[in-house]
């Protein structure tokens, strides 16, 4: 592994399932994030951990939750989809918070219906 | 007011071209400030990070004015490999909040 990977790449999902998409880094980094990608919106903020075994909410938590059980991992669980989470999620990881720049996996293209 | 607006652009430019991005953020607080490239379909990759001093990168130069509260991305000498969507970024020191702008657009054209 080198640098952030996300499992799985793209995945289509029927409404009121559960979903766990997964992170994982190998370049340990304390900080971990998750962001979903919207047309015209940019990168918001879903969860944060600024530390294994610390987490916190960022702009747009609501029906997403996530653990930091080690410092390589990082997944997000959506625990009953809902089309409104169609959307392109990444994983990114920085060494610091703030002045350090992030690293961002390839993304998940999750798709609700 | 958006906390970094970007215009979306496209700009489309011949190659050779020389163009430049701005990007203003309303957040006087903030102290980190990041241009980072995406490609369609693909993860936002660090292009630069901007200092208070400005800072080149080969045919890529940042410029922060702090006291307009905005930051600028010049590339010179423009190659249809920089055909991509520019993200401005800004951040508070010890924070975890980094505020992306929706980006710029960015067409060279042979």
């Known amino acids: 592994i080198a640098g952030i990977t996300q499992a799985p790449t793209s995945q289509i999902l029927a409404a009121g399932r559960r979903m766990t998409l997964r992170c994982t880094q190998d370049?340990?980094?304390?900080?971990m994030y998750w962001y979903r990608q919207d047309l015209g919106l940019g990168l918001r903020l879903i969860h944060y951990s600024n530390t294994a075994g610390t987490t916190g909410k960022g702009e747009v938590p609501d029906g997403y939750s996530v653990s930091r059980a080690n410092t390589d991992d990082f997944p997000l669980t959506l625990a009953s989809a809902v089309p409104s989470q169609t959307s392109v999620y990444f994983c990114?990881?920085?060494?610091?918070?703030?002045?350090?720049?992030?690293?961002f996996g390839p993304g998940t293209r999750l798709t609700v219906l | 007011r958006k906390e970094v607006e970007q215009d979306p652009g496209p700009f489309n430019v011949p190659e050779g071209a020389t163009v430049a991005f701005n990007c203003t953020y309303s957040?006087?607080?903030?102290?980190?400030f990041f241009w980072y490239r995406q490609d369609c379909r693909k993860e936002p990759k660090l292009l630069m990070s901007v200092y208070s001093s400005g800072n080149e990168d080969g045919r890529f130069t940042a410029q922060l004015n702090r006291a307009s509260q905005y930051i600028s991305l010049l590339i010179r000498d423009s190659k249809l490999s920089d055909s991509a969507t520019y993200l401005c970024v800004v951040s508070t020191s010890g924070t975890y909040k980094y505020i992306f702008g929706t980006g710029t657009r960015l067409k060279v054209l042979a």
């Open positions: 990114a990881s920085s060494a610091g918070t703030g002045a350090r720049e992030q690293f």
């Open positions: 957040n006087s607080a903030s102290q980190s």
């Open positions: 370049m340990r980094h304390n900080a």
